[in-house]
């Protein structure tokens, strides 16, 4: 299994804070397009979750590039818990 700090790390160095930043927007935008897509019944589920993986390994770019797991994960968290009690009051 490749290590996907060390590939994030590496992907950083070689192309930059701000090429990687553009790439964080561009895939966003892949994958607002792709479930545009996917739910007109124009593209496969496969394209949907191909657009997410590239989504989320630029996510895990974005954490380093704010210098911020951490926060990253206490905010997540936070969310997690948020929804967890949204839940229980619609139910």
Known sequence: MTDIKLL???ALARWG??????M??????????????????????SSVLEEGVDVELCLEQ???????PEAWETMRKVKLE??????EKSE
């Open 82 to 87: 948020r929804l967890e009690k949204l839940l």
């Open 17 to 22: 804070t701000d090429d990687q930043l553009n």
């Open 8 to 10: 994030t790390r590496k």
């Open 24 to 45: 964080v927007i561009e895939e966003c935008a892949e994958l607002i397009d792709a479930i545009q897509k996917w739910r007109r019944r124009r593209v496969e589920t």
């Open 62 to 68: 974005l954490k380093l590039i704010l210098d911020a």
